[in-house]
């Protein structure tokens, strides 16, 4: 329930974003927003565990947070960018 909460808030953000500029898919980004949202509120009931109690939150989180950015670019790469880019070109982006 709390994922769906945060997924519609993200829907508004995008309907606001798709009315500014309507020649972007701008809602096809609704998947990623919901499975980040499922991901963090699952993340949270398991850190909240008493079983997870020996896991340092703050590195979990940061580890979470740099995958999510990780995935969003991938995804963004195959939503925007007409596919994965070739080794090369990764490795330009990486350094530049």
Known sequence: MIALLATSV??????IVRIASPDV???????????V????????AWLNNPDSFGVD?????????????V??????WVLFGGGIPSPEAMRQFLTS
């Open 71 to 76: 995935l969003a670019r991938i995804y963004s």
């Open 37 to 44: 949202a499922l991901e963090g509120a699952y993340t949270t």
């Open 10 to 15: 993200a829907v508004a953000l995008l309907v």
């Open 25 to 35: 898919a701008w809602m096809a980004l609704v998947p990623l927003c919901l499975l």
């Open 57 to 69: 939150r703050s590195v979990y989180r940061a580890a979470e947070m740099v995958l999510i950015v």
